[in-house]
């Protein structure tokens, strides 16, 4: 069971990434340069945070043309785990594998701080290691992550069960309080209609661990790793 | 040799946290009658061929220039 963390020219949540997959987890990773054309023998793509391009236009749109984005177009269209993280969810909106797009957060301010998202949908391969309505602990640092999307977009959203995550107070609440962005429905993730492709703005490869102060967001890595043991 | 010049806009009903910001300063600067600011991008493209201009930057512009999910664009072919 192999990760391939792909970098880009600005990426810098790469490391974290990677350190989680290899000293976490303890599983086989390798960095996968953008220029690379093939991700063949890779389980799960992980597009790590970052700001690739300078978010030059727009948030991932450059990257989004990178050479290995074909190849992991192709990885998510045949079924296959692909997880954005931050700038990674960016570029996945940029690259159709999501819908929607990210836009500057409501308050114009660069937000980095902890925050609460509720598991919105447990029966996923993302979060089956986590119950429903569990509240996470997870930092997000983004200046471009307020979520929309239009109605039906959103309708379909959550017909589907594709929003996975929703930002919430400590007590699971969501509200406008609790919505650090604007995002449109609280919104922090989401999955593409097959469920093997997720996006979200907050990181759970920084809250993988007690000694960062909290290991909420192994969960995510966690039920992946059971998806993919039962492939 | 075509120039083109392409406005790229967020769409009105998306709220514009950039002018939002702009609109503020304005106020403090005394202008109370600003209503409201959009702001978008303006791009040049000085293209080497003739042939099918508004149809290629109408694809450059569905495909990377503007986010059809958020932005409108329009264009014009200036020489």
Known sequence: ????????????????????????????????????????????????????????????????????MDAVIRHAQDGRPVLGICNGFQILCEAHLLPGALMR???????????????????TPWTQAAREGQVLRIPI???EGR??????????????????FRYCDAEGTVDAAANPNGSMENIAGIANKNFNVLGMMPHPERASERILGSTHGRVIFESLLTALLRA | ??????????????????????????????????????????????????????????????????????????FEVVK
Not at chain 1, 37 to 52: A, H, K, N, Q
Not at chain 1, 147 to 164: C, F, I, S, W
Request: glycine share 6%.
């Open chain 2, 1 to 74: 040799m075509p120039q083109v010049h392409v406005y790229v806009t967020l769409k009105p009903t998306l709220l514009d946290a950039q002018g939002r910001a702009v609109q503020d300063a304005l106020h403090a600067l005394g202008y109370p009658d600003v209503e409201d600011v959009r702001i978008g991008k303006f791009i040049v493209l000085s293209l080497r061929d003739e042939s099918d201009v508004e149809q290629k930057v109408a694809d450059m512009c569905n495909r990377l220039l503007a986010n059809p999910v958020i932005e409108d664009y329009r």
């Open chain 1, 147 to 164: 979520y929309v999307a239009d109605d039906a977009t959103l309708a379909e959203l959550n017909a589907e069960g594709r929003v996975l």
């Open chain 1, 1 to 68: 069971m192999k990760f391939g963390v792909v970098r880009f020219p600005g990426s810098n949540c790469d490391q974290d990434a990677y350190y989680v997959i290899r000293d976490v987890l303890r599983r086989p990773v390798d960095y996968i340069w953008h220029q690379e054309s093939s991700v063949r023998g890779y389980d799960c793509i992980i597009l790590p945070g970052g700001f690739s391009y300078g978010d030059y236009l727009r948030t991932g749109a450059i990257a989004r043309f990178s050479p290995v």
């Open chain 1, 105 to 123: 957060n409501i308050d114009r301010k660069f937000i980095c701080k902890w925050v609460h998202i509720r598991v919105e949908n447990a029966r």
């Open chain 1, 141 to 143: 640092a983004h200046g």
